[in-house]
Structure formats: C-alpha cells, structure tokens
C-alpha cells in the first residue's frame, strides 16, 4: 500500500480491514525494532570496525596521595624508596669549616639528603685445580690412578652451572656465539675461546 486510500469512501468492513492490516505490520516493525535495541553495541571486538572506532573502558581515578611512597631526604616529590637493611652507611660529616677551617661541632650539623647507591658484587668464576696422582703398588705391581668425584671429572673444563648458563643464553635467547663469549668475558671474566698456539 503506498498511499492511504480515501477513507470516505471505504464501507465499515473495509476500513475494519485496513486497521487491522496496518495493526499487523505495526506489531511486526516493533518486534523488529525490539531485536534490534537488544543487540550489543557495535564496537571493534563485536563487528568489522576498525580498532580506532572502539571505546576504551574508563579508569578508576585514584585519590591523589593514597598510594604514594615515602620520598628520600633531599629529593622532593618522591624517589626510590629506600633500602631497609643497608649493608654499609657512610656518614659524610665535616670537621673544619671547607671555607675558614675552623672546627666544627658535629651535632651542630643537620642531615641534608639520604640516598641508597646500589652495585651488583663482582662476579668471577670459582676455579679449582685437581691434581691427579697415580702410581704402582709396590705389593702387586698394580697401576692406579687417583679417583675424582664426578664434577671434577677430566674433559671440559667448565661445569655444570656454566655449562647450563651458556645453553640457556645460546639457545633460549639466540644468543651468537661471538656475543656469548664477549658477554661472559665482561660480565663474569670468564674466556670460553681456546688460546691458539700458532
């Protein structure tokens, strides 16, 4: 039906007819508009839109000051919370005066700034030399040789930790040989290259 038809003219049953047309296609397009207000919103994740017409979900505004860390004398705002157990302090007091060298009384001195300095100890490898002994046996003229415990056995002469270490590095992270070498020289002072003698 594309135009209302003229109402005067339609006798009681056709125009009792016409309502109940139009009634059915009414109920029809509000179920339809119903299904359609019931599916989720289209966003990047559900439907072929491109990530840039998503939604970011928002975020929780923090209090300012809730979680803040106690901040190193001397450096306002904030800065790397302290150590709690330092293995050594140094106290950096005067005695004389820098400019006139009178002496100074140390009580009458106010901490300025407390900051941490943190190194890594030096590593080196831990060698041992084995020294084998053999002989005879001046009853049964056997020949021997000195036992070892395993991890001291002859052949190559590095252990198990290096051995582990150097598999993990070359083959776990695709380390190159020549880097490999050079990293544990620097960091370990370890050479794993043969001396050539030519």
Request: proline share 9%; aromatic share 6%; glycine share 6%.
């Amino acid at each position: 039906m594309q135009e209302l038809p003229d109402l005067s003219g339609l006798s009681s049953e056709a125009k009792d007819a016409l309502i109940q047309l139009l009634w059915e296609k009414y109920q029809t397009l509000s179920k339809r508009l119903e299904a359609i207000e019931k599916r989720p919103k289209k966003t990047s994740k559900n439907s072929s839109r491109p990530p840039t017409q998503g939604f970011k979900a928002n975020k929780k505004e923090q209090p300012k000051g809730s979680e803040r860390r106690e901040a190193s004398v001397g450096r306002a705002g904030g800065g790397r919370q302290l150590h709690p157990h330092p293995h050594k302090t140094v106290v950096a007091q005067l005695s004389c005066c820098p400019s006139c060298e009178m002496p100074l009384n140390v009580t009458s001195q106010r901490l300025h700034s407390r900051y941490d300095k943190i190194e890594l100890p030096p590593i080196e490898p831990i060698v041992t030399r084995v020294e084998r002994y053999q002989g005879s046996c001046p009853h049964c003229s056997g020949h021997f040789v000195a036992p070892v415990p395993d991890e001291l056995s002859p052949g190559s002469p590095f252990g198990k930790t290096i051995e582990r270490l150097v598999a993990y590095l070359r083959y776990g992270h695709a380390i190159s040989y020549q880097r490999l070498s050079r990293l544990l020289r620097e960091l370990f002072n370890l050479s794993i290259l043969r001396r050539c003698d030519c």
